[in-house]
């Protein structure tokens, strides 16, 4: 198994538990987790799912260079249009996302096999 599949395996497993926990998590360990599968993707030269991330990146740099990154007891129920509207969004993109890493190892697997019957290498 090559890093790329070990990287989607990884992407896979955090899209999965960013989807089915968008809702209750800390926005920090969800932006730090974000950043890293942004990372991975940059350092493998994966251009097209780092480009797939890179929107969420940035809104997440731009709550944290404009101090918005919590979430404020007293203010919730005035803006809590928008932050629902918000973790809609996230929910969504972190579905596509879970679905486009699975579609994703699952075609590096079955090349990285092709590769290696054609070579003579498969066991």
């Known amino acids: 198994m090559s890093f790329t599949a070990l990287a989607y395996i990884i992407a896979l497993i ?8 968008a ?11 974000q950043m890293f599968m942004f990372v991975v993707f ?3 030269g994966e ?14 740099i731009n709550k944290v260079v404009n101090s918005r990154q ?12 928008k932050h629902k509207q918000e973790n809609f969004f996230k929910v969504a993109f972190y579905l596509l996302c879970f679905f486009y890493y699975l579609y994703s190892m699952i075609m590096t697997l079955v090349n990285e096999s092709t590769d290696d019957i054609r070579t003579g290498s498969a066991y």
């Open 47 to 60: 251009w097209f799912s780092m480009l797939v991330n890179l929107p969420l990146v940035a809104w997440n």
């Open 23 to 33: 809702v209750y998590f800390y926005v920090m360990p969800e932006m730090a987790a």
């Open 42 to 44: 940059l350092l493998m």
């Open 14 to 21: 955090m899209a999965g538990v960013l989807l089915f926990g």
């Open 70 to 81: 919590f979430y404020d007891a007293t203010e919730v129920f005035r803006t809590l249009s």
